[in-house]
Nanobody, 126 residues
Framework: QVQLVESGGGLVQAGGSLRLSCAASGRTSSDAMGWFRQAPGKEREFVAVISWGGGITYYEDSVKGRFTISRDNAKNTVYLQMNSLKPEDTAVYYC????????????????????WGQGTQVTVSS
């Protein structure tokens, strides 16, 4: 079993930055670690994913060039640096882990990930 705890969310003005963290504990051997988000009335959507060594990353198109995912395996922590935030980035952000790497199609689906955090709210004001 893996426990994930997100932190770093908050209220920020458009154009600002936030850094989310996700600390993992328990059986933390995981290959893929990802971030998803869910806005009110919308489905949970893929944001970014990173491989075990950090050498492979994928991003949702609307966040490319603005968000950066990284991980520190010594600390069992994954990060999401979010710059140039927009009001449409407002959502609850969740981190998730999967015990294996997958195809791009698999990695962008929430159902591929086995363990989830409780989420952290990000609100971007215009």
């Amino acid at each position: 079993q893996v426990q994930l705890v997100e932190s770093g969310g908050g209220l920020v003005q458009a154009g600002g930055s936030l850094r989310l963290s996700c600390a993992a504990s328990g059986r933390t051997s995981s290959d893929a670690m990802g971030w998803f988000r869910q806005a009110p009335g919308k489905e949970r959507e893929f944001v970014a994913v990173i491989s075990w060594g950090g050498g492979i990353t994928y991003y949702e198109d609307s966040v490319k060039g603005r968000f950066t995912i990284s991980r520190d395996n010594a600390k069992n922590t994954v990060y999401l640096q979010m710059n140039s935030l927009k009001p449409e980035d407002t959502a609850v952000y969740y981190c998730a882990t999967a015990r294996r790497w997958g195809t791009l199609g698999e990695l962008t689906r929430a159902t591929f990930f086995e363990f989830w955090g409780q989420g952290t709210q990000v609100t971007v004001s215009s």
